[in-house]
């Protein structure tokens, strides 16, 4: 994803003051074991003086005697582990525990943008939307199936079938979210579209969702409709093009998951719809997939937007309808 120069300077200096913390942990825990075990000291010394005696053999292409001293080197590091076996000591206690181990904390691996990069990417463009501190509280760990209503059935429910708000969410919502969990490294675009009344809690679960993908180290853009596509008008009309809002729209389309919450507060205008399609085909058409959010009804999706948005919303995302009263409503209550 596109980053300012700050937000890549910014980033880096995490990853710099990971690696240096594991330095510095690497080194407090060696010489606590050498000053513990002199005789582990001594042999480092003479095991990285062999080392380097090897390295100007090889150079001077004296095999004979850089096999010699390698055969010296590797008898001193086993009797080395024997010493910290009979101690106690992990033969690996020299070895530098990155907060990352893939990278190192450089944050590339093979040239490519290491995992724990892309998380630390999500958590810093996140900021501006409040995700991170949301994510805190709004996660799996804290999801409350209690907190749902257990007594009336869901009246909107087809004739004939009688469940509650929590039973309806442990058998037909939940279900599909663990699945699109456990597929999300398929290739291709995995999305839903979750619609329901404000309040019921579809903004939770995407950022479970969030939260989750986050973790597993993917891509994660969290953008509210309305101050989204509000920005996109303004960068449209504006006599100067903004670079940071430009990479930020950049950000938006080449994410791994888009989350779009509130989908029907954006001021609609035929631009605004216009933005809407190309976001949605453009993702589709990458293998991008995208979670958009609205407290809009089906029948109001078709009637407000143009029909190749509706279509493409029908067609190419999984339906999850959230029913019953506002939650927030009744903890205040």
């Known amino acids: 994803m596109a980053l300012t120069r700050e937000q890549y300077d910014e980033i880096m200096r995490v990853l710099s003051s990971r690696r240096s913390a594991a330095l510095a942990r690497q080194q407090l825990k060696q010489e ?10 001594d042999l480092n010394v003479k095991i990285s003086a062999l080392s380097q005696r090897e390295a100007e053999a090889r150079i001077r292409k004296d095999r004979e005697k850089a096999a010699g001293l390698k055969e010296e080197r590797k008898r001193l590091i086993k009797e080395k582990e024997e010493l910290l076996k009979r101690a106690g000591v992990d033969p690996d206690y020299a070895k530098v525990q ?3 181990s893939i990278c190192r904390d450089t944050g590339y691996h093979d040239n490519e943008k290491c995992g724990c990069m892309r998380q630390l990417e999500s958590e810093l463009l996140n900021r501006e939307a409040g995700l991170p501190e949301l994510l805190k509280r709004e996660n799996f760990s804290t999801f409350d199936i ?7 059935p869901i009246s909107e429910l087809m004739p004939g079938r009688r469940v509650t708000q929590r039973e309806y969410m442990r058998t037909d919502i939940l279900p599909v979210v663990r699945s699109f969990l456990i597929g999300f490294e398929e290739p291709g675009s995995h999305n839903l579209l979750m619609i329901g009344p404000p309040g019921t809690g579809k903004t939770f679960l995407c950022n479970c969702i969030a939260r989750r993908l986050i973790e597993r180290q993917h891509t994660v853009i969290y953008e509210r409709a309305d101050r989204l596509f509000s920005a996109m008008v303004k960068e ?3 006599r100067e093009k903004n670079e940071a809002m430009q990479q930020r729209f950049e950000r938006v389309e080449s994410c ?8 029907g507060t954006e001021f609609m205008t035929e631009y ?20 958009i959010s609205s407290n809009l ?3 109001q999706i078709k009637n407000i937007y143009s029909e190749r948005i509706s279509s493409r919303l029908m067609g190419e995302y999984q339906l999850l309808r959230f029913f019953g009263a506002d939650l927030r409503t009744a903890r205040a209550r």
């Open 32 to 41: 606590a074991v050498e000053s513990r075990l002199p005789a582990v000291r």
């Open 272 to 291: 605004t719809k216009t933005e809407l399609f190309s976001l949605i085909s453009n993702r589709l058409s990458a293998g991008l997939s995208t979670i």
């Open 146 to 152: 209690g907190v749902f209503d257990d007594r009336m």
């Open 297 to 299: 009804t089906l029948n």
């Open 236 to 238: 449209n009309f504006a």
């Open 256 to 263: 791994r998951l888009l989350v779009l919450d509130d989908l």
């Open 98 to 100: 990155y907060y990352c």
